[in-house]
């Protein structure tokens, strides 16, 4: 046994060698940024499979934990491929959300994927899946070519099957994932250089490190700002020139996030002269110049040559599986503990307030593209408690191919914006809502609309708040037209004049929703300038035009307003369409409810009677209010019958709701007519309907009420099956329930026998019938809804009496006034009403 459990171990230590190569090597061979192979769980045959991951590369595995397993008959395309057996290639954001909305809004960042079936005779073993910046991303243009990768997948199926002895059932994964650190892309080397800029001269003294981050001879550099900010960042030489004359006049500003000319990441941070120490780099070997700074490669390791100490933001760095390689004294000085307890520890164990949500969501954003993520933290215990007084924090995340480097700047030294914060930059007074975060809160609200309007109003509250959209419309696609669904905020009329626009159309709103892709118009001068002639509704702001489709079919458009220019980040663009996608299927659902509504209201409207069965000597009086929320229509009913020399009234609701309820209604109805037709008592009725329920087998029952009156004399047989009993309202005006015996409900057991009550209804008294749905509250007991009821009927008697030619249907009006205007009516309601009239 000790040798079996032995080579248990080593099995397994073989296996996970070979799963970790496979995701390095895919790793290599697509230019990933991570990989990670699913493997089956051990698990019954016969039990839906479900896959678990196995290996990651690139990733700590705390910030995957929501895909360590997944059910594969879920939505997603590592799904796809095991299921199907087929490679799915997601070649950028927009193709994901198009074809898997609920993968995309789990990971709303940027890039592209692969997810390859690893072969293992009749079915996969699991799945390899690689994630890469998307075509463009970075500077890469090279498209995405999984054809290595896909090899790589077949190998590994290979070697699998060959380390199981060619049993595929014995390639299972129960545990946690192996993570592991990805191959370096380049061997660490200082990459930091530092400079100090005198405002009067516009000098700039730098140091030979810098020369080299900028790729430059000492003779090449002309030593004034403009050549510097030439040199770092050409495209953005105003916002470093910008930078430097706000330090100088003493506005502490975040570090800024530049790009050179070859588009590689390079970080600019600055200081006044003796905030946090002088570089001592002048020009006289003497005293610093009036503003000093730092320009760094965020994808190199080394910033423990001293220099980076200098700094008075806290700096440190971050490897793919989250643990700290380097922290600067302003850093462990602002996590209050000694730097070494912060080197070689993960972040999660470091520090614990820099982590859950939503600050994993902006790590993984860091990890999975290009661009840097802002955000603010606030460290537990506050000011009071917090080592060093620091109780907020900016923090920037810079990614690299090796690396993250993160700063940590005290919230008290950032400047407030004037004006709109641009996308992506921190702003002062609190940590804002991540975008990325949102489609998890979006898809969590949309569970619970159900129509369009309710659809569009949820965006409305959760969606444009977090991107400052101050103006909604929805259009959706009918008969190859566009319609207007909702719209909020934009001028009177403005929407409407776009409502029934043809496919054929040149304008955004049909353009994006015929390509597939997203339109971001950063102001309204571009939008004009891209569609001449195109009715504006206002001079400034941007727009963003979001195609609606769900799993491929074109739904419609959905169009966002902003009252001021701004920039979507990539970050936000791929936020956006991820939610639009979400949206997509929400409206698709609530199409479907739509028709379905509809069809089950025309349906239910066609079943109930048209007028009640007339008698010189009863006054009837019926009403039916659906419901507002789930599915509307339900299954009540209500009848009047000719029975004999009387008449026979019945009140009924079918379990559940929808078109198979109002169908069971109303051969329950019919069946109920056809019984009281032949003037049977009220007790061989229910029974009658009760054998017909059970031999048509639609999976539901009903409750009943069913009585039979005789005008003449006021007698009267009742007998009811699961339903809420009567109520009398006698001359003298008060009401009671009636004691009437019941059986079962309708549908359950072919024996139920249903007991019959006699009474004698005196003239001028009301006999109320009424389905739960009248009595029913949230939270409350019936008995206390029917207590209501009775002394709602009390009222209207009472009322009638008083004022002559209040009819019964006015006191049935009275009844479900309180219903009928309700915000929410969760069950459909129906009430009839009987009063026995004097002769003469």
């Known amino acids: 046994m000790a040798g079996s459990g032995e080579r248990a171990v080593r099995t397994r230590a073989r296996l996970a060698a070979l799963l970790a190569d496979a995701a390095t090597a895919a790793l290599r061979a697509a230019g990933g940024r991570v990989a990670g192979v699913y493997l089956r769980s051990a698990g019954p045959a016969d039990a839906p ?107 590994l199926g290979t070697e699998l099957l060959a380390l199981a002895d060619g049993d595929p059932d014995a390639i299972v994964w129960d545990g946690e994932p192996q993570c592991v650190r990805p191959p370096a892309t380049r061997p660490p080397q200082a990459a930091m250089g530092r400079f100090t800029w005198d405002p009067d001269t516009h000098a700039v003294h730098a140091d030979e490190r810098l020369h080299a981050l900028l790729g430059l001879a000492a003779g090449d550099f002309a030593g004034t700002d403009t050549a510097l900010a030439e040199a770092l960042a050409p495209a953005e030489t105003h916002r470093v020139l910008a930078a430097l004359r706000d330090t100088a006049a003493g506005k502490p500003l975040a570090p800024l996030s530049l790009r050179t000319a070859g588009g590689a990441p390079r970080l600019l941070d600055l200081w006044p002269a003796g905030d946090g120490g002088a570089l001592g780099i002048g020009a006289d070997g003497g005293t610093a110049a009036r503003v000093g700074g730092v320009v760094f490669d965020p994808g190199r390791a080394a910033l423990a040559d001293g220099a980076a100490d200098q700094l008075p933001q806290g700096v440190f760095t971050l490897d793919r599986l989250g643990v700290i390689g380097y922290a600067n004294a302003a850093a462990a000085r602002f996590a209050g503990r000694p730097r070494e307890s912060l080197v070689g520890r993960t972040l999660w164990d470091a520090l614990p307030w820099l982590t859950g949500p ?95 309007q309710q659809v569009s109003a949820v965006v409305m509250r959760e969606l444009l708040p977090v991107f400052g959209g101050r103006r909604l419309a929805i259009y959706l696609l009918q008969e190859r037209r566009l319609h207007l669904a909702w719209e909020s905020g934009f001028p009177p009329g403005f929407p409407e004049r776009f409502d029934g626009v043809a496919l054929d159309a040149r304008i955004p709103a049909v353009e994006t929703l015929a390509t597939g892709r997203p339109l971001f118009f950063e102001s309204m001068r571009q939008l004009a300038a891209t569609y001449p002639g195109l009715p504006m509704d206002a001079a400034e702001g941007a727009r963003a035009f979001l195609p609606l489709i769900a799993s491929g079919r074109p739904v419609g458009s959905c ?76 299954g009540d009913w209500y009848d009047v019958v000719e029975s004999g020399d009387g008449l026979a009234l019945v009140i ?124 029913e509250r949230a939270g409350a007991d019936i008995d206390d809804g029917i207590a209501e009821l009775r002394a709602a009927l009390d009222r209207a008697g009472a009322a009638a009496r008083r004022r002559d030619g209040l009819t019964l249907s006015g006191v049935a009006d009275r009844l479900t006034a309180a219903a009928r205007h309700a915000d929410a009516r969760p069950d459909d309601v129906a009430l009839l009403l009987a009063r026995r009239l004097r002769r003469g």
């Open 49 to 155: 499979a479900v896959l678990r991951l196995a290996v990651l590369a690139g990733l700590p595995g705390p910030l995957f934990r929501p895909w360590w397993r997944v059910h594969a008959d879920r939505p997603f395309p590592v799904c796809d491929a095991y299921r199907l057996g087929t490679a799915v290639v997601l070649r950028d954001a927009a193709e994901a959300v198009r074809r898997y909305p609920q993968f995309a809004a789990g990971l709303p960042f940027p890039f592209a994927s692969a997810h390859l079936p690893v072969p293992g005779g009749g079915r996969p073993l699991g799945v390899l899946t690689v994630l890469r910046p998307s075509t463009g991303d970075d500077g890469d243009d090279e498209p995405f070519d999984p054809e290595l990768p896909t090899r790589l997948a077949e190998g």
């Open 358 to 452: 939503p600050y994993d969501d902006h790590l993984r954003g860091a990890l999975l593209s290009p661009e840097p993520v802002h955000f603010h933290v606030r460290r537990p215990g506050g000011a009071d408690g917090a080592p060093g007084g620091y109780d907020g924090f900016a923090v920037s995340v810079y990614p690299g191919d090796d690396l993250l480097t993160c700063t940590l700047v005290p919230a008290s030294r950032i400047a407030a914006p004037e004006g709109p914060s641009p996308p992506g930059q921190p702003v002062a007074g609190g940590p804002p809502v991540a975008a990325a975060y949102r489609p998890i809160a979006l898809a969590i609200a949309l569970t619970d609309a159900v129509t369009a």
């Open 559 to 634: 169009v966002l307003g902003f009252d001021g220019p701004r920039r979507f980040s990539a970050q936000e663009r791929t936020a956006l369409t991820a939610l639009a996608g979400l949206i997509a299927h929400a409206m698709e659902r609530a199409r479907r409810y739509d028709s379905e509504a509809a069809l089950a209201r025309g349906l239910q409207q066609a079943l109930l009677p048209g007028r009640l069965s007339a008698h010189p000597g009863v006054e009837t009086a019926g009403r039916y209010l659906p419901g507002t929320r789930g599915l509307e229509v339900g």
């Open 652 to 775: 009924g609701d079918v379990q559940g709701h929808g078109v198979q309820a109002a169908a069971t209604m109303g051969q329950l109805r019919s069946a109920v007519r056809a019984f009281a037709l032949g003037d049977r008592p009220p007790d061989e009725v229910l029974s009658g309907t009760n054998h017909l329920l059970i031999g048509l087998d639609p999976g539901q029952f009903a409750s009943c009420c069913c009585l039979r009156l005789d005008p003449a004399t006021g007698r009267t047989l009742i007998a009811r099956a699961g339903h809420p009993p009567p109520l009398l309202l006698s001359p003298g005006g008060r009401t009671r329930p009636l004691d009437v015996p019941g059986g079962v409900v309708l549908g359950v057991d072919p024996g139920a026998r249903y007991p019959v009550t006699e009474l004698v209804l005196e003239p001028d008294a009301i006999l109320a019938l009424y389905t739960d749905g009248l009595v």
